[in-house]
Each structure stands twice: as C-alpha cells, then as structure tokens.
C-alpha cells in the first residue's frame, strides 16, 4: 500500500510543476540558437505535454479526482541558455527515477507501461539535451 500511496503522490507532484516547466520550455526554444535546436526542443516540450496528461488520467482512474495545476509557479531564469540545457538533463534523469517508483507503486500492468513509455522518452531527452550541450561544445571550440 505503501507503493500505491507514494505512486500517486509522485503523480500528483509530477503534473502541479508542470508551469514551471512550460516557462522553461518557453525560454529554451525563444533561447536556442539554431532551428534544429528549437525543434528538438519542443518535441520535448510535446512529449512532456503528454506525459502530463497520461498522468492526470491515470490519477483519475485511481482516485476519481482530478489534479489540479498550480498557478504562478515560479520560474527562475538560467544564468544562461546552456545552463538550461544542463538543468534540463539533470531534471530528465530526476524524473526516470521518480518515474520508476510511480511505476512500481501502480497495480495495473497497463498503467504501468504507460509509466514506462514514459521514462524511456525521459531517457531520449537526457540523450537529445546531451546532443545540444555537445553540438554547442564544439561549435564554441
């Protein structure tokens, strides 16, 4: 029981940040310095739009409540776009482990394949910040 509450707990945390991470998509693509980083930028911010909305339905399945976002979250300007890119790895590798304790906390093995699309698209973000860091890396060199 235990696993269950701490899963939907996660949950609900997981979708009432999700302003926060909007503004921060928002700054990463009006920040990025080539199309091709834009674009990979909002597939992520897509992506994550989804995932936001798998998890307020399997909430719902649970609970019968809906979540809620708050509004005004802060959001607090990196010091620069490429520290922002670095946050968002660190961000995308915190998810994959709040992730697989949401996955191992829900009961239906169709909910939980779900949690794991999830968490391997986290990984593909990890990957695809790790591929900006890099192309600016080199572009800096």
């Known amino acids: 029981m235990w696993a269950y509450n701490t899963a939907l707990s996660l949950i609900r945390e997981a979708v009432q940040s999700e302003r926060e991470g909007e503004l921060k998509y928002n700054y990463l693509i009006e920040n990025a310095p080539t199309q091709e980083e834009r674009e990979i930028i909002t ?13 307020r339905d399997i909430y719902k399945y649970y609970t019968n409540e809906e979540i ?15 520290d922002g890119i670095k946050s968002s790895i660190f961000g995308a590798l915190s998810a ?46």
């Open 43 to 55: 597939s992520i911010r897509d992506d994550e739009r989804l995932h936001r909305q798998w998890y």
């Open 96 to 141: 994959m482990e709040r992730y697989r304790i949401i996955r191992e906390g829900l009961p239906s093995r169709f909910f939980r394949d779900i949690v794991l699309r999830i968490l391997t698209d986290e990984m593909k973000h990890a990957t695809k910040y790790n591929y900006i860091l890099s192309i600016n890396s080199l572009n800096s060199n």
């Open 68 to 82: 809620e976002s708050y509004i005004g979250e802060e959001f607090t300007e990196p010091n620069s776009y490429l």
